[in-house]
């Protein structure tokens, strides 16, 4: 097949898509060699550079979005549809799922201390979690995990983006006790 | 009925009593394996009393600290023997264990909100598409017999007595199985006729039940109480969907 042509097949179909295409579904539907796709894909990454779309690696795969500064007109469009930002509620709530999962919800409450069916109701509804199972124990409660939709809302590759949990270390001043040390250097 | 007195503040200041007592610590610069819990008790507490004050809705979560920090601090008072200390992890270490784990979680979600504001203007084409694996769950004999309970409800009272019409179980299994040739799942209420009949009605049910404990099929759902698809269990024969 013609590079011009795989080109404009992966154009066409990062059109169309609202999910992302990963690099397996591309060789799939091409029939080509990966290699191929790769190099169609950074020279069309690179002529949309002057464009107002860009094509973006999220939650495993590609996708176009538009370019940021365009977002006045996006916002003019669609009105009351821009959904709201997370609360500090609910990002508290998915970082602790997006660690932990899959997770229950008397996990997540373990961590926070208040109460999460509400929040969690939320992340639901916009597609950021999901039911993943339930955890074998008393009561069979149901787990939570993200979804891809998380993944792209954060503008993720993956979950292996994230920094590790133990990085996460804010407490002041003197949280160098044996433990979180060990926790640090142990990596 | 709205009474003036009567308001709620909804204080978002505080996200729980963790974030409040993780305030305090921070605040006021504590080691936070070395808590003076006598002294953190009080601080948390006068917090509290001024929640009550102004009527703070979920102040639950907050006493529910409090009687635990005092439950700590009455152990601290207690003379120590060794018998003592082998009872259990101490919960000093516990609180700051969790405390903790909770700066994590807090900063974390910080790391989220950079994310968030980054992405904030980036649009994606988005259509809600229809996800068939968001069906996982799999219903348990209560979900069954509780979807069996609004099939029945939901259906016609039968206008006369029908005439007895005899099916074999194994028929209906039969039947039921026919059903996934050409799908990938079936909704447990469509294997169910809109007039109410008793005998079909229990036929079928324990048909699924039979199908479900012998491997043959699973019922899943999304939710709990949410509805129930059949899927069938994949066999080498219809492997080929």
Redesign the interface.
Known sequence: MEKDEIKNIIEVLLFI???PISLEKFVEILEVDKENIIEALNELQKEYQNKPLMI?EVAGGY?????????TW?KKLFKEKITY?????A??T???I??KQPITRAEIE??????VSGVIETLLERKLI?????KETLG?P?LYSTTPEFL?????KDLGE??P??K????????T?QE?QNDNYNE | MESVCQYNVKLDIFEGPMDLLLYLVEKNDIDIYDINISEITREFLEYVEIMKFINLDSIGEFLIMAARLMEIKAKTLLPRTEEKQEEGPDPREELARQLVEYSKCKEAAKLLKAYQERQKDIFYRDMPLFNFDEYIIEASLYDLIEAFRRVISRAEPAIKELIFEEIPIETKIREILSLFQNRSYVEFEELFPTVFNKYIFIVTFLAVLELIRTRQISARQRESFGKIRLFRIATTENNNV
């Open positions: 898509t609202n999910t973006n996708i176009m979005s538009s370019r940021a500064e365009y977002h996006i930002k997370l609360s500090q509620s990002l508290e998915l970082a602790i997006a660690y373990a961590i926070r201390g208040v109460d999901r039911v993943s199972g339930r069979r149901l792209k809302y954060f503008g993720l994230l920094p949990w133990d996460f270390v804010s407490l002041s001043p003197e949280e006790t979180i």
